[in-house]
């Protein structure tokens, strides 16, 4: 950057947004950050994550937090089974020793673990935005629910699927991809729940059968299993069904019902947990998507590229997109230039993951006859993959950092 000093304010104090905000803070550029949430633990976050070698670990790296990331993660979390619903394992894989192309951590220590590495003040908590409008020469005015306003010259849109920021950009929106789940949990689960633990092993387990229901259920930190019990079905499939989502017996009634053909021990990660059932859906925006450059304004993570979460590149891409963002804006001469660098890359390396993941969980959901099952990925290769990719992405940077010193 020049010497002046830009006023880019972050929508969105999740992954991509907390790590914009680390790595500008480590090339010695100012930036604030707006959340809704009242503080980085203020709910629930989620399951868990898998750090792909080729784009979170390389963010991580950038932003100094590799080794504060491998104390809290998981390798042996890369585990994976696949169960039809009777049970039967379809494909295993477990991590080989030294394989870290892909450990899991859980959403709420990579948060907080972001969030904590950043200079006091940075994240005003609390600010939910209402309004973004652009006041001339690129430079925007946000307006906040509490009544508070600010004005930046750039705003990075890094507030998730249904960003505020977004429509500057593009009339893109986001679409239901047709599956719902139920978000559920199972704690101190080796000693409350030991065939949960069992099935699920170290990492995940994935099983489902050829009418469009699934269960995947992740290993967390603390002795905790989240289990997500996913199925074709509409927004308001609740409704139609009569079923009050509040009332976690009326639920369990229903997903018994609808599981009774799945064999017990499979059941008993349908209706067996300590939680009540939190309720999702699968959306997406289009993919690829692409937009003409705004002057002042652009976006990152599910804002850029919402996807589906088959392959685990959502959270991995928006890492690499805060990193990215923050480099160029430290590096070109312009704020206009630093957006301009950044978003076509951005566009050619989550475009077609996006395509890809969305055509995934289509294909894992959809109705399918038992001599034509819907096979898992193989997992060791995805993994030399990561490394071979991460290995070629340095390699690249590196290149063009001598060529332009």
């Not at 629930?44 to 994550?49: A, F, I, K, Q, S």
């Not at 972001?114 to 005015?141: E, K, N, Q, Y």
């Amino acid at each position: 950057m020049t010497s002046s000093t830009p006023r880019i304010a972050v929508i969105g104090a999740g992954p991509a947004g907390l790590m914009c905000a680390r790595v500008l803070q480590g090339h010695g550029v100012g930036v604030t950050v707006y959340d809704a949430d009242a503080a980085v633990d203020a709910r629930d976050p989620g399951g868990t994550l898998d750090m792909h070698a080729d784009s979170g670990q390389i963010a991580l790296e950038d932003a100094g937090l590799l080794d504060a990331f491998a104390a809290l993660a998981r390798p042996e979390g890369q585990a994976k089974s696949r169960r039809d619903h009777h049970g039967t394992v379809l494909a295993q894989f477990t991590p080989a020793p030294g394989d870290e192309a892909a450990p899991e951590i859980d959403r709420g220590q990579l948060r907080r673990l972001l969030a904590d590495h950043l200079r006091p003040g940075t994240v005003r908590w609390g600010r939910r935005l209402v309004r973004v409008s652009p006041v001339g020469a690129g430079v925007h005015r946000l307006e906040f629910a509490d009544g508070t306003t600010a004005e930046a010259d750039l705003v990075v849109g890094a507030d998730g699927a249904w960003s505020k920021v977004r429509p500057l950009v593009t009339d893109a929106v986001p679409h239901h991809l047709g599956v719902c789940f139920l978000d559920a949990r199972f704690d101190d689960v080796d000693t409350r729940h030991p065939g949960v633990a069992e099935i699920v092993g170290d990492g995940h387990m994935f099983a489902n059968d050829n009418d469009g229901r699934a269960v995947i259920v992740q290993r967390n930190s603390d002795g905790v299993v989240r289990g997500y019990i996913a199925f074709r079905a509409p927004l308001d499939w609740h409704e139609q069904a009569g079923v009050d989502l509040t009332d976690r017996h009326a639920v369990r009634a229903f997903l018994a019902a609808e599981y009774a053909h799945w064999a017990d021990p499979l059941r008993a990660l349908v209706t067996g947990n300590d939680s009540d059932y939190v309720p999702r859906a699968f959306h997406a925006l289009p993919a690829p998507l692409t937009w003409q450059h705004v002057p002042g304004v652009t976006l990152l993570g599910d804002a850029a590229h919402l996807m589906a979460p088959f392959g685990g590149h959502g959270a991995n891409l928006a890492l690499l997109d805060g990193a990215e963002l923050a480099h160029a804006v430290a590096e070109e001469p312009s704020l206009d230039k630093a957006v301009a660098r950044y978003e076509p890359h951005m566009f050619a390396r989550s475009g077609n993951l996006a395509a890809d993941a969305n055509q995934a969980l289509t294909r894992f959901f959809a109705t399918t006859t038992p001599d034509a099952p819907h096979l898992p990925p193989d997992h060791a290769e995805e993994h030399r993959r990561y490394v071979a990719r991460a290995a070629e992405y340095r390699a690249r940077r590196a290149e063009t950092a001598h060529t332009e010193g």
